[in-house]
């Protein structure tokens, strides 16, 4: 699917922007020697999807939803339908925290990330978002895919998955009680939201 707005690496070249060189080069060190491709069980535990919207540009081994954008169609600056189950496994690097506000204000799907707990942009949108209904952490290190599908080493690090929305915490949930993925879910209830929500610092 390409996007009915002019790239945003297209603009920025006309502006003289770096926002879209930033964007790029993250692209581009996800898919060099960090190229971390979802496997294919834990999108079908979660699944279906309607929407992924950081496939990598040499596209993936299988489907992962029913439209599946590339760097050259700008998913982080591409609408997404508001009504779209969202299956995300975002850039990692500096780029990261903006997928992830991105994901997070739509509110309605996954993002499959590394568990970095203490970052700032992990505070904001995880921790304190009000749009997390629940967080997953796998049983020890995923072991990604390459290009071809064929497992790869292991992560460099623990992944998570954060769930947006109810219907995502309902198939998280069922996702577990069948065995398909193991590890530690935390569920959130509307208090424990809320409790979840608190404590942040006030701005001086």
């Known amino acids: 699917m390409k996007s009915t707005a002019l790239s945003l690496h297209a603009r ?13 080069a993250a692209y581009q060190r996800t898919e060099g020697d960090e190229t971390w491709l979802t496997p294919r069980y834990i999108v079908e535990a979660l699944g279906p999807f309607d929407l992924d919207p950081a496939t990598p540009e040499g596209g993936m081994p299988w489907r992962t939803a029913k439209v599946m954008l590339r760097p050259s169609d700008d998913g982080l600056v591409a609408p997404w339908p508001k009504q779209a189950m969202v299956w995300m496994n975002p850039p990692y690097g500096p780029v990261c925290g903006a997928w992830m506000r991105k994901c997070a204000d739509h509110g309605n799907g996954f993002a499959l990330i590394f568990a970095r ?52 915490r309902r ?23 809320k409790v979840w929500q608190a404590g942040q610092r006030k701005a001086a």
């Open 12 to 24: 920025a070249a006309i502006a003289g922007d770096t926002t879209a060189a930033k964007h790029r």
């Open 117 to 168: 707990t203490e970052t700032r942009w992990f505070h904001k949108t995880v921790w304190r978002h009000r749009n997390v209904t629940a967080l997953f952490f796998f049983d020890g290190r995923i072991r990604f895919v390459d290009r071809d599908g064929k497992p790869g080493g292991t992560a460099p690090a623990w992944s998570a998955l954060v769930a947006y929305g109810m219907e995502a």
């Open 171 to 193: 198939r998280l949930e069922r996702a577990v009680h069948e065995g398909k993925l193991m590890g530690r879910p935390i569920i959130l209830d509307k208090d424990q939201a």
